[in-house]
């Protein structure tokens, strides 16, 4: 039962296929046409435009030597009195740009003379006030430079008289020193064994005196 | 203790020095009284005491003083002598330790040792110094006070001197 159901599903569809490939193939067949029939007139399309082209070129070609023709005919005319203008002018341009640069030349001159006698003026203004600068700073430098120096003074006034002082101190202990020195090398000497005992004795009859030993 | 050897042994001690050799002597005599050593304690007295002193220890048998009782008694005393510091510039001799023993018994009594102490730069004379108090009868003393009277004499002439 299932079998035959699938035949006749099988059969059905293979029809509903041949019918399908029969359309695809006339289908096919109409474009192939249609596509010659287009190439055949692009052919002469282009056949046509190649020969109207050629037909332009040939009129141009021939224009062309036609007014090269004319123009050889009134080039000398032509030349002969573009010359003689050309020389006028010429001479013409030569005469206004000599003047010119005579009266560039004279403008110059004159701008060079003011800017020189102006460069003279600002110039000695320059130094003047300069020179009134530099007095004003030489009178300050002085000025600075006396103040300093007094205070130098000052300060080495003080350092001097330290160093003065110290120095006469030094002198003044090493002096003293040699002289005690000196004396206790001479006492030393000068004394025996018998006067330093009796020193010794003597010194401690002074204590008992003054009340230190009792 | 007898007075007599308490005096005895007080004239021979001049300097602190005398007393810590004494003081030395008992203590090693002690030692061997401890330990019953008859042969170590005359070695001692022999060698380590002076003979002043051996003499005293000798006798005390002879005195019936006990010996051990003695001699820790007179190293308490000594202990506690009073001492006179005496400053001089050089080590005393035997001469002028005499003297000073001799004016410390007239003057202080006989329980008053002497300790001298060496100062050179002190020139000479002493500096003293006894139960706290202190006095400087130093040559170097006179010295600096001379100098001080003259210095400023002395300064003036050399100014004198450097200005003319």
């Not at chain 1, 010194?203 to 009792?214: M, P």
């Amino acid at each position: 039962m299932n079998i035959e159901i699938l035949l006749y599903i099988a059969a059905f569809l293979a029809a509903i296929l041949g019918l399908v490939l029969a359309f695809i193939t006339l289908s096919y067949r109409s474009l192939i046409q249609k596509y010659f029939a287009l190439r055949k007139e692009n052919e002469e399309m282009v056949a046509s435009a190649k020969q109207k082209s050629d037909e332009i070129i040939k009129d141009a070609q021939d224009k062309a030597q036609k007014i090269i023709h004319e123009s050889e005919m009134i080039s000398v005319d032509t030349k002969k009195i573009l010359d003689e203008k050309l020389q006028s002018a010429t001479v013409q341009q030569i005469t206004e740009f000599t003047g010119f640069l005579e009266k560039a030349q004279s403008d110059m001159n004159n701008v060079l003379g003011n800017l020189s006698k102006d460069i003279t003026t600002e110039s000695i203004r320059e130094i003047e006030n300069f020179k009134k600068s530099l007095e004003s700073q030489t009178l300050k430098a002085e000025d600075m430079l006396k103040n300093v120096i007094a205070d130098s003074n000052k300060k080495l006034d003080s350092e001097m008289a330290i160093i003065k002082e110290k120095r006469i101190n030094e002198l003044d202990s090493q002096i003293f020193e040699i002289i005690r020195k000196v004396s206790k090398e001479v006492i030393a000497k000068s004394i025996n064994t018998k006067d330093h005992e009796d020193l010794i004795l003597e010194a401690l009859n002074e204590a008992k005196t003054q009340g230190l030993i009792s | 203790m007898q007075p007599e050897l308490e005096n005895q042994i007080y004239d021979n001690l001049v300097t602190n020095e005398d007393v810590a050799k004494l003081l030395k002597c008992i203590d090693l005599l002690l030692n061997t009284m401890y330990q019953n050593d008859t042969v170590e304690f005359d070695r001692v007295l022999n060698t380590e005491c002076d003979v002043w002193f051996s003499e005293i220890v000798r006798n005390l048998d002879v005195r019936g003083v006990e010996k051990g009782a003695f001699l820790k008694n007179i190293s308490k005393k000594i202990k506690g002598l009073d001492e006179i510091i005496i400053t001089i510039h050089k080590e005393p001799n035997e001469r002028l330790k005499e003297a000073v023993k001799s004016w410390i018994d007239a003057n202080l009594g006989t329980k008053v040792i002497a300790n001298f102490e060496n100062k050179k730069s002190i020139l000479g004379g002493a500096i003293i110094s006894y139960k706290g108090k202190y006095v400087d009868y130093s040559l170097e003393k006179r010295l600096n006070s001379v100098i001080a009277v003259m210095k400023p004499q002395l300064m003036k002439s050399l100014v004198t001197t450097g200005t003319s």
